[in-house]
Each structure stands twice: as structure tokens, then as C-alpha cells.
């Protein structure tokens, strides 16, 4: 996968677990933009897609941390584009760890796609980009910078 286009984003993880993200500062800590990869190996076998849209609804919640996220709005549904078990979410969280200067609680948007690897079952692949920050200084842009980073994805065996 190749970082999104543009100047400024960095890479800020790359871990053992097969994870990826590249990140973008806007305005100091209080706004950024990040896109992500992540691929894990999966012991779970689904037997419908239904199973695996609740199994994708539990992870995202376990994976924002009721603790530092407080939940506005999430959206899940089933698709096929990138396998035949892919799902599609969109995530609204207030971030109430971290704040503006102006002492204002950052809103996280999230979208992205989990599915399993195409090619090998053993492997649940996860690819989204979100932004945190003051909703109305949220980057337009970013929608198409983010879909483009989806769009990059290749799958290989």
C-alpha cells in the first residue's frame, strides 16, 4: 500500500501485528488525518455474513475504547467490494481525552472496509481513514484523499 498523495503524511505505526498508518498534522494536535491498514490473522470461521457483520460491529467497538470515546453514530453494512464477506462502516465518536486549545471536546469521523482476504480466509483485512478534530474545520478534501487510499489497495496471495 502507498501512503496517500500530497505532501506531509508520515508513517506513525508500523507494528508486528501487520498494521500500517500514515498520519497528517493540520493544525498541531488537535487536527489530524489518518489512513490505515491492518491485517490480522483470523482462528474465526463465519458461517453466514451476518456473523461476520456482528463480529466486525464487536471489534470496531472494542477497537474505540468506551473509556475515550463516546459513541455518536456508527453504521455498519454488508458489501462485496472487496470479498464476499466485506463490510462497511462509518464511525462518529467524541474523542473526550483530547480537547482544543479552546478546551472543545475533537469529533473522530471513521470509514473504512473489514473484510476477509480474498485469497486466504486465515486473514481478516481492515482499511479506513478518519479525521479527528473541530467538526467544522473538518477537510473537505479528505473524503476523496481518503477513498483514493482505499482505491490503492492491491490484494496479493
Known amino acids: ?22 498520519t497528517k ?3 498541531g494536535a488537535s487536527h489530524t488525518l489518518v489512513c490505515t491498514l491492518t491485517v490480522i490473522s483470523s482462528g474465526e470461521d ?24 463516546k459513541n455518536m453514530k456508527n453504521e455498519y453494512q454488508l458489501c462485496e467490494l472487496f470479498s464476499d464477506f466485506s463490510v462497511e462502516y462509518q464511525i462518529s465518536a467524541m474523542d473526550t481525552k483530547r480537547k482544543s486549545s479552546d478546551g472543545v471536546n475533537l469529533v473522530m469521523k ?3 472496509y473489514t473484510f476477509i482476504h480474498p485469497e486466504d ?3 481478516i483485512v481492515d482499511i479506513a481513514y478518519s479525521e ?12 476523496n484523499i481518503g477513498k483514493e487510499f482505499i482505491d490503492n489497495l492491491i490484494i496479493e496471495k
Open 1 to 22: 500500500i502507498m501512503p496517500p498523495k500530497g505532501e506531509g503524511w508520515y508513517v506513525i505505526q508500523n507494528s508486528p501485528n501487520g498494521g500500517l498508518s500514515f
Open 25 to 27: 498534522n493540520l493544525d
Open 46 to 69: 463465519f458461517n453466514n455474513h451476518e456473523e461476520f457483520l456482528k463480529y466486525v460491529e464487536k471489534q470496531q467497538e472494542r477497537n474505540m475504547g468506551k473509556r475515550r470515546y
Open 110 to 112: 471513521m470509514r473504512g
Open 121 to 123: 480466509s486465515s486473514y
Open 132 to 143: 479527528r478534530g473541530i467538526s467544522e474545520f473538518f477537510t473537505p478534501s479528505f473524503e
